[in-house]
């Protein structure tokens, strides 16, 4: 996709955005509702006709603005929506076929249960779909996608209607069978962890636009711009001016990543970045960093601190520490931090975060539409 622009009425849904999908590659398309993700999908899948840009399936154009565009089924892509929009009347196996009706009946056949067979739902071959699961209609749907062997795959929030645990199961079977078959796939979903699990590359989108694009590790480790941090999980927001290459925060100082001396910077910090150690108990807890509060969830433990600075500075942060780590309310607590997770931008014009506001101001203010 080249150059696409798309609107509904006043509303621009997509502005300038190029998009590449090579063979074999799982691009996701990443970004919270509203942003444009799905109107690509359908301008690549021919559901939007082409209003500015051009689209190209091996170097042939399949549409641009000003021009007839090939229809949907012409495209050779294959299309997984969130319902799985199986056909009731037909037996699973049918479904499968039903868009393979130019081949011989033995060959369609056998086509079909290879793919039921690499997605565990052979032995449903015979049934109709109301009595599968919705994850087994999933799975059906994938392979009835993939049954004419399309050049791209478009799936559009596929995962999203099933349970946790279920979801976590099917992406990895659909991800294994989608590098097996070898077509570019052009993934859309909301959840960070989805995207950075399945795709080899993710463009995040805000409003409309690509923020960035490249692989999981570019995104969260080399972010470009503060929604990109916030997008990929919460963080710890401060506020400093730099001052000697560096911004002064209750953490000590951070490098201000070239930011000028004298300009305004924000400080992003993850809470995994924050690794905290309990000191003995002495004198007043409340004059060192200290526990306000400890939660266990599962995997890791979210610590509430009050973390105080040598130069009299105070922030309300929070950290992740993996396993079992509750300490008790008060505990005095050494704080650590790895650079690697601590993220500098000059202050957004206009933002709270980048004038004393809450963390949760600043989240609000990042996901925003029009922040």
Do not use: W
């Amino acid at each position: 996709m080249q150059h696409i622009h798309h609107r509904y009425g006043k509303l621009e849904a997509v502005h300038d955005v190029s998009l590449d999908v090579h063979s074999g590659e799982v691009v996701c398309l990443l970004g919270p509702s509203g942003c444009g993700k799905t109107t690509l999908l359908r301008i690549a899948a021919g559901l939007e006709d082409v209003q500015q840009g051009s689209v190209a399936i091996n170097d042939h154009s399949v549409a641009a603005s000003g021009h007839r565009s090939l229809p949907p089924e012409k495209r050779n892509v294959g299309l997984a929506f969130q319902d799985s929009a199986l056909f009731p009347h037909l037996r699973v196996i049918e479904n499968v076929t039903f868009g393979i009706k130019s081949q011989p009946s033995g060959q369609r056949r056998q086509r079909a249960l290879d793919l039921l067979e690499q997605l565990g739902m052979a032995r449903y071959a015979n049934a109709y779909p109301h009595t599968l699961s919705g994850g087994q209609q999933q799975r059906v749907a994938l392979a009835r996608a993939l049954a004419p062997e399309p050049q791209v795959m478009l799936l559009d929030e596929p995962f999203s209607s099933l349970d946790a645990r279920l979801r976590d199961r099917i992406r990895d079977d659909t991800l294994h069978v989608l590098k097996r078959a070898g077509a570019g796939t052009l993934l859309v979903t909301h959840d960070p962890e989805e995207a950075m699990f399945m795709a080899d590359r993710i463009a995040l989108m805000k409003a409309g636009r690509v923020v960035q694009i490249g692989t999981p590790r570019e995104l969260y480790c080399y972010p470009r711009d503060p929604f990109v941090v916030t997008f990929f999980g919460d963080v710890n927001e401060l506020s400093g001016r730099v001052q000697g290459g560096g911004v002064q925060t209750p953490l000590g100082p951070v490098d201000a990543g070239g930011l000028p001396d004298g300009a305004c910077a924000q400080v992003l910090i993850r809470p995994e970045a924050l690794h905290v150690a309990e000191l003995p108990e002495s004198g007043t807890s409340h004059r060192y960093s200290h526990v306000i509060m400890a939660k266990l969830l599962g995997r890791t433990s979210l610590l509430h601190i009050c973390a105080h600075g040598q130069t009299g500075q105070e922030a309300h942060l929070h950290a992740r520490v993996p396993g079992v780590f509750l300490p008790a309310e008060g505990q005095p607590i050494s704080i650590r931090l790895d650079p690697s997770q601590v993220f500098v931008f000059p202050a957004a014009t206009g933002a709270r975060a980048a004038h004393g506001g809450t963390q949760e101001d600043y989240r609000e203010y990042a996901h925003s539409d029009d922040g």
